[in-house]
């Protein structure tokens, strides 16, 4: 099983639409989680980091799950801009220091 | 915020000769710094951790012999990638994080060609 599993997609939606990106996740020891955004040919930024709790961010809300180890990303009305791949990113606990994995990214496209 | 800035952008190179990339952190001390490579319409792959002061820690499947990774100062590290080939032509990010399992902030990348 894969570290970090995404749908790669692409979700195609029109202006306005929810859409909604799952990401699991296999080592049960991880505690960080995150969601990036990368545009075509850009370095990835920080959308939002995932809380326990869930958090939420304007149109966009973060959920985790621990017990399916599963995080999941909820766009509410979409914007054309909100085209791009969003990359989830987890904490692999390791011998000396914690790397961060990424997923495969899931591609969303926002049409008129 | 925190920025990594990260140096070229672009290099075209001929098959067999080295490049080196570099990746600073300007406003933060980063005691670790990671390299990736992205392959077009794939994620990022980590290729190994740089530590200041000591070896890098390579991933499965990725030479250390070929990607040279050096990590002299608490700002800079470099990614050499020596004879290179058109296969090594790639996307290479380089990240650093304040602290353990934090944030990530990333280069502006490197595209490297080679031709």
């Known amino acids: 099983r894969k570290e970090v599993e995404q749908d790669p997609g692409p979700f195609n939606v029109p202006e306005g639409a929810t859409v909604a990106f799952n990401c699991t996740y296999s080592?049960?020891?991880?505690?960080?989680f995150f969601w990036y955004r990368q545009d075509c040919r850009k370095e990835p930024k920080l959308l939002m980091s995932?809380?326990?709790s869930g958090n939420e961010d304007g149109r966009f809300t973060a959920q985790l799950n621990r017990a399916s180890q599963y995080i999941s990303l909820l766009i509410r009305d979409s914007k054309l801009s909100d085209s791009a791949t969003y990359l989830c990113?987890?904490?692999?606990?390791?011998?000396?220091?914690?790397?961060?994995?990424f997923g495969t990214g899931t591609r969303l496209l926002v049409s008129p | 915020g925190a920025v990594v800035s990260q140096h070229p952008s672009r290099v075209i190179c001929k098959s067999g000769t080295s490049v080196k990339i570099e990746c600073r952190s300007l406003?933060?001390?980063?005691?670790?710094m990671f390299w990736y490579r992205q392959f077009p319409k794939k994620s990022l792959m980590l290729m190994a951790t740089?530590?200041?002061?000591?070896?890098?820690?390579?991933e499965q499947g990725v030479e250390k012999d070929k990607f040279l990774i050096n990590h002299a100062s608490l700002t800079l590290s470099t990614l050499t990638v020596t004879s290179a080939h058109p296969e090594d032509s790639s996307f290479y990010i380089c990240?650093?994080?304040?602290?353990?399992?934090?944030?990530?902030?990333f280069g502006e990348g490197s595209r490297l060609t080679v031709l």
């Open positions: 080592n049960s020891a991880s505690q960080s």
């Open positions: 990113v987890v904490n692999i606990p390791d011998t000396g220091f914690q790397k961060l994995v």
């Open positions: 406003d933060f001390q980063a005691t670790t």
């Open positions: 995932v809380y326990s």
């Open positions: 990240s650093a994080s304040r602290r353990m399992g934090g944030e990530l902030f």
């Open positions: 740089s530590n200041e002061g000591s070896k890098a820690t390579y």
